[in-house]
Structure formats: structure tokens, C-alpha cells
């Protein structure tokens, strides 16, 4: 007896023939019976009335005998295949009404070389330098990038590391991003800097140590917050922080609030006037520095303008840690127990702060050949995302598209369902995406017609699973189109 004969998927450029019973390499699609078949269901939205929009009444007592509308539904990508190699038309281009207008949704999960996650960690624990290699595995996947206000940012993924070093580069990249898109805990470490765990909406671990808040503010800004709660109770204060040290007694807040000089005086690179650069190096000590005693800081007091017995308070950014000191009579600062005002001042900056978390932010480049699922002229719908006549979606969550050439979007993990991403292993990664447009408009710009098919007829159509999403968040509403405003 021969066996049957293996069948080949041609949703990516792998081809894997499929054993019956077996399914590809990506672990997406299987030889079922000798059909090939997506083996994820097809997500479908039903819009959560009453949760950030106008609520629609429950069929109970007050009934007064009119129709109930029928749930609204949205069809994603997610589960719903590929256009690959792309000359077809899309899986799934779907018509419904929308508020008394003919629209149509063009969904197909995209195959994304051009793809990567940008990650904001809330720290300000020095993480590594800037530029410095992060890896998974050993490999090399992305690097540290531009910190941002509070929290310290990853690049990871893109072309380069998918398909531009070796193959083990290209599969530790994908796997990491993969999981970052999947919501789960990954693994990093950085070249002369941190090892990290980071997980979409979770707290980053960094070096083993989670990390608890977001900094309230650099030290200048945090110096401005909390002057007034400072002033009456201590003489000087000083917000360690690697970026920008801010000093009450010279700073303009401590200016106009009549705070005398102190004699202070704090190694490092004068900015402006309470505000220094560089007063220690970056690492995982008091305010993202490298040090461990703040008083290691400071120079000794001009005798000048300091005085025995004088207050100071030497806090973190985040208020992790603190210090109150006198001058004795030398003018050199010693530690005593911090005053109950004090402590409350510095339990004040620890309220200010956020918790800290990690985002992740998928990006990638929808501009090359899935257009030819949308329109046999891709040009015209990139002109038409462009004109906001077509709105993009990722599994229904908004995107914020780049200007400029091209479709190259953002959309924040958290927003989509969960377990929106796969992948194939050329590599690359799997993420949906949905066009959405007037059904004229769609016609205009060289739609594929005949392959529209009205929401009711997909809907029930194979293996299919509905999540309720929000009413604030539904991707079919009027105002979210330009024409459909005012
Ligand atoms: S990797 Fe997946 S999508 Fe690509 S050909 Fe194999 S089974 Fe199909």
C-alpha cells in the first residue's frame, strides 16, 4: 500500500511538503485529510457595547418590543492565513455596513522581514551603552538605542539580524521577538551592561532585581516638584541622578524660594545653574549612577556660606535612596536619622512614581507585496492609507503609521489580542493585518472585486473563535474616518 502522498503549502516561500497528519515547519498549517489547513483559528471581534461607548440596553422588562440589533463583528487576521506569493487576492476580504455606509475590510496576516520591536523598559538603572549589542541565546539581536524619559529603550529584530548574519543569529532573533509579540518573558543580555528579563506589561528583571518604580523625574525636574515640600524643613538637597543632578540651594526653584547658598559644591560638569551632568558614571547605584555613597558626590563645603549643623537631604530619583546628613564642625556632612518630615518628603517622590514596566512595540513594513492581496495595483492602496481613506488595523488594534513613503507601522503588543504573532522560518514574522475602507473607495483603487464576500458568509465559515472587545477600541466606527467626521 503507497502512502499518501504529501502535500505542498505554499503560504511562504519554505514550500514544506506535509506529511498526512503532520503539519509544517512553522507549526500553522497541516495536511488534514490531504487539505491543507490553517491550524489556528480565525479571531473574530464582537464589540463589548457599554465599555467606553454608548451602551445598548439589555433585553429584560423595559422591552418594548423593538429589534435588538445583532451583534457587531469584526474580522481579524489572526488565524486567517497569507496572500503568499501574492498575486492572489486576499483570504479574506469582507463587506459589512458600517453606520448606513458599504465598507469592506481586507484581512490577511503578513510575512515580515522588515520587522522588529522597539522595547521601553521604565528604569533608570544604566542597562548598557548606547549602541552596545543585545543578545538571546548568545546571538546578537538588536541593540541598546536612545533612552528615552525614564526608561531606558532596546531596538530588536529587523532585517539585518533576520536574515543578515548566520542562520543561528536569524532564528535567535526571531524566537525573541516571537515571544516579546506573544507577551512572554524573554531573556536578554547586553554587551558590558545588564542581563534582563522583559515581558510586554510586566516589570523588567534586571540583573535578577525587579524593578519597582519609574523615576519621578530627571533631578533638576524632581528638584522642581518637591522644592516647596523641601525648603522649610531641610537646608539643602540633592537628587542623584545619572543623567541630571539637581541641587535645591542653586537651582532656580530654590532661587525664588529665597533658599540661601550652602557652600556646596559637586563634582561632576556644571550645566546651569542646580543642575550637573556627569557626576558619576552610569550603572545600577543611586539614580542610574555607579555609585553606592552619595557622598562621594561632593566636594567640601565652601566655608563661606556653610555652617555647622546644616540640613541636607540626598535622595535618588526614584527615591530608592535617601540620606540625611548634618555638617559638623569641620563642614563635613554626617549621616543622622532622617527626620520624620523628611521621610515623608521622600515617601512623596516614591507616590510620584509609576510602577515600572516594560512595553513592546511591534513595527514592521507593510508596504511590499501583500498590497497585491489588497489591489492589482499595491501603489494605490498605499496611497490610500496615506489619504486615510483606508484605515490599517493589526488584529483590530490601532496602528500608528510612519509618514513618508511606504506602510511602515507601530502597534503596541497589549492592544491586540493575545497570541496574535507567529512565524515562518525563513525566517520571518507572522502578524496580522486589516485594511478597512469604503467599499467605493475600495472598488476605485483596483480591489479585487469578485473576491468580496459579505460578513454573514464568513462568518461561521471553519474553525472560528469571538473575543469581545471593546466598544472605545472598535476598529468600524465612523470617526475614525476623515469623511466620517462632523
Ligand atoms: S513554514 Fe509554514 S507557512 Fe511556510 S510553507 Fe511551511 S507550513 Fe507553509
Redesign the pocket.
Known sequence: MTAPAKIR????????Y?AEGR????D??ANVQGVLTRLDPLVVLERQRGTGGAAVGFLGDDWQGELVPPPEKFVTAIGAG?TYPDYKPAPFIVSSPMDGVDMVTVVTEGIFSYCGVKVKIDTDRHLGPETATVRHQGEAVGHVTTAEYGSQMLSLGGVHHLTGGSKKEGRATCEALLALCNREAVELTIDGGAALVVQAGRAPVIDGVPEVRMRVGCGSAAIGMFAMQWFRHVDEVVVVDDHITGVLSEHQAGKLLDVPPTGIRIRGHRSTPGRYFRVAKPGQGWGGTDISDPLSILEPFEAKHARPGLKMLMVSTTGDHSGYYELDEALRPVARPMPQAVAASVARVQENCEPALCSVIFVAGAGGSLRAGVTENPVRLTQSVRAALTRVTSGGAPVYLWPGGGITYMVDVLDMPEKSFGY??TPALVAPIEFTLRLADYAALGGHMDAVRPLAEVLGQGAQVTQGWSDSAWPLTRDRFPWGRG
Open positions: 503549502c505554499d503560504a511562504c516561500p519554505v514550500l514544506c506535509i503539519a509544517g515547519a512553522c500553522r498549517y497569507t515562518v522560518p
